[in-house]
T-cell receptor, first 114, second 113 residues
Framework: DVKVTQSSRYLVKRTGEKVFLECVQD?????MFWYRQDPGLGLRLIYF???????EKGDIPEGYSVSREKKERFSLILESASTNQTSMYLC?????????????FGNGTRLTVT | DAKTTQPNSMESNEEEPVHLPCNHS???????IHWYRQLPSQGPEYVIH???SNVNNRMASLAIAEDRKSSTLILHRATLRDAAVYYC??????????????FGQGTILTVHP
């Protein structure tokens, strides 16, 4: 079974801090994604990556950056955390082999910015 | 990926079948219908997908209307573990979407003992 592991289940940070959210997948998937999930707004795509060192903006990239130095790891970076970035963050991965390959999600990191 | 329309919520009793509807009236010929579900405190998980024909797997069945403007996810015997938010998603099989999905609000399924 594919496993997508997010490093922290819960995280509390202060406004202005630099925050790193880490995601690792163990199935050699090419494509990786970061979503955030908020009540009433559903899941929204922040960034995705289709290869090492490659990244593309999603629907809400402002205030975020990403890093993909190794195929199995995709990091989401909040350069200067703000309270409106308090959210559930979900990482996902999928193989490039066919656009119908299912996405595999981690269990999320609930980030609170105070 | 573009919008689909689902009811906000549905209820079912345990061990009864559940039919979760989805409207996708502007679907194009190359769009597949995918279903995911999200159990409490977990990330979404893939359930099933299809293009034109009805599809079955160990989790559920997917019935797609002949005109493809709607579909129904069928859970044959609901269990308490099936209580989740169910998302119906149009997914274009062509182009360079890289597999990214656009999620709507989904249907909250409540299963009563």
């Amino acid at each position: 079974d594919v496993k997508v592991t997010q490093s922290s289940r819960y995280l509390v940070k202060r406004t202005g801090e630099k925050v790193f959210l880490e995601c690792v997948q163990d199935m050699d998937h090419e494509n990786m994604f970061w979503y955030r999930q908020d009540p009433g707004l559903g899941l929204r795509l922040i960034y995705f990556s289709y290869d090492v060192k490659m990244k593309e903006k999603g629907d809400i990239p402002e205030g975020y950056s990403v890093s993909r130095e190794k195929k199995e790891r995709f990091s989401l970076i909040l350069e200067s955390a703000s309270t409106n970035q308090t959210s559930m963050y979900l990482c996902a991965s999928t193989t490039r082999a066919g656009n119908n390959s299912p996405l595999h999600f981690g269990n999320g990191t609930r980030l609170t910015v105070t | 990926d573009a919008k689909t329309t689902q009811p906000n919520s549905m209820e079912s009793n345990e061990e009864e079948p559940v039919h979760l509807p989805c409207n996708h009236s502007t679907i194009s010929g190359t769009d597949y219908i995918h279903w995911y579900r999200q159990l409490p405190s977990q990330g979404p998980e893939y359930v099933i997908h299809g293009l034109t024909s009805n599809v079955n797997n160990r989790m559920a069945s997917l019935a797609i209307a002949e005109d493809r403007k709607s579909s129904t996810l069928i859970l044959h015997r609901a269990t308490l573990r099936d209580a989740a938010v169910y998302y119906c998603i149009r997914r274009n099989a062509g182009g360079t979407s890289y597999g990214k999905l656009t999620f709507g609000q989904g249907t909250i399924l409540t299963v009563h003992p």
